[in-house]
């Protein structure tokens, strides 16, 4: 079992439809949880990322961390065919323990049609 | 001005052959990392560099040998290239902060294809 689960899809969805995009992990060590979007044929770019369990909101993004559960998600609002591309969700047990090391989750893509 | 590159962007090769992939950051970094991943966009973390240090180390074959010149540079040697060695290779670099975590940038990725 991978440490880091994530639906791999594709996602489709019309435009201005609320995207949903979630992962699972196992290892309770995580501290820092990120979402990163890579388009086809480019690499990963960090779009948000949340310390510990919460909410953070940026724009039409909202990422939420329930370290209960274990279980992280990402929201679009009003989703756009920009956004269409692969989401991956990547999770770190933080600096204070070694030098940053990220896991990450297999990726979803997303597809939103006009 | 491209943050992170790496040259080259393809790279077709037949099996048994030595490449190297080389990645340049203008960042001012000192941290640097190679990812592999594959066809099912996998993305694992291979080395990481600090201030040329190898830091991480993951269970990776031997046939594969990073080197850091300088902070701003490290590179990939393969030896004896397998089919399954196909991927796509991507070259991270981010700045330690004292605190919380840091932002590692991608570059753009290495198309490896052993045939």
Same mark, same amino acid.
């Given at each position: 079992?991978?440490?880091?689960? %994530?639906?791999?899809?594709?996602?489709?969805?019309?435009? !201005?439809? =609320?995207?949903?995009?979630?992962?699972? *992990?196992?290892?309770?060590?995580?501290?820092? /949880?990120?979402? &990163?979007?890579?388009? +086809?044929? @480019?690499?990963?770019?960090?779009?948000?990322?949340? &310390?510990? $369990? !919460?909410?953070?909101?940026?724009?039409? /993004?909202?990422?939420?961390?329930?370290?209960?559960?274990? &279980?992280? $998600?990402? /929201?679009?609002?009003?989703?756009?065919?920009?956004?269409?591309?692969? *989401?991956?969700?990547?999770?770190?047990?933080?600096?204070?323990?070694?030098?940053?090391?990220?896991?990450?989750?297999?990726?979803?893509?997303?597809?939103?049609?006009? | 001005?491209?943050?992170? +590159?790496? #040259?080259?962007?393809?790279?077709? #090769? %037949?099996?048994?052959?030595?490449?190297? =992939?080389?990645?340049? %950051?203008?960042?001012?970094?000192? #941290?640097?990392?190679? &990812?592999?991943?594959?066809?099912?966009?996998?993305? @694992?973390?291979?080395?990481?560099?600090?201030?040329?240090?190898?830091?991480?180390?993951?269970?990776?074959?031997?046939?594969?040998?990073? @080197?850091?010149?300088? @902070?701003?540079?490290?590179?990939?040697?393969?030896?004896?290239?397998?089919?399954?060695?196909?991927?796509? *290779?991507?070259?991270? $670099?981010?700045?330690?902060?004292?605190?919380?975590?840091?932002? %590692?940038? /991608?570059?753009?990725?290495?198309?490896?294809?052993?045939?």
């Amino acid at each position: 079992q991978k440490e880091v689960e %994530q639906d791999p899809g594709p996602l489709s969805v019309p435009e !201005g439809a =609320i995207v949903s995009l979630n992962c699972t *992990y196992s290892n309770s060590a995580f501290q820092y /949880f990120m979402w &990163y979007r890579q388009y +086809s044929r @480019k690499g990963p770019e960090l779009l948000m990322y949340t &310390y510990s $369990s !919460g909410n953070k909101e940026d724009g039409r /993004f909202t990422a939420q961390v329930d370290k209960s559960s274990k &279980y992280i $998600s990402l /929201f679009i609002r009003d989703s756009q065919p920009s956004d269409s591309a692969t *989401y991956l969700c990547a999770m770190s047990a933080g600096p204070n323990t070694g030098f940053q090391k990220l896991v990450f989750g297999t990726g979803t893509r997303l597809l939103v049609s006009p | 001005d491209t943050a992170v +590159s790496q #040259t080259p962007k393809y790279l077709v #090769t %037949q099996m048994g052959n030595d490449k190297s =992939i080389k990645c340049e %950051q203008n960042l001012g970094h000192d #941290t640097m990392y190679w &990812y592999k991943q594959d066809s099912k966009k996998f993305l @694992k973390i291979m080395f990481s560099y600090n201030n040329k240090e190898l830091i991480i180390n993951e269970t990776v074959p031997n046939r594969f040998s990073p @080197k850091s010149p300088d @902070k701003a540079h490290l590179n990939l040697h393969i030896n004896s290239l397998e089919l399954g060695d196909s991927a796509v *290779y991507f070259c991270a $670099s981010s700045q330690r902060p004292s605190g919380g975590l840091d932002t %590692q940038y /991608f570059g753009p990725g290495t198309r490896l294809t052993v045939l």
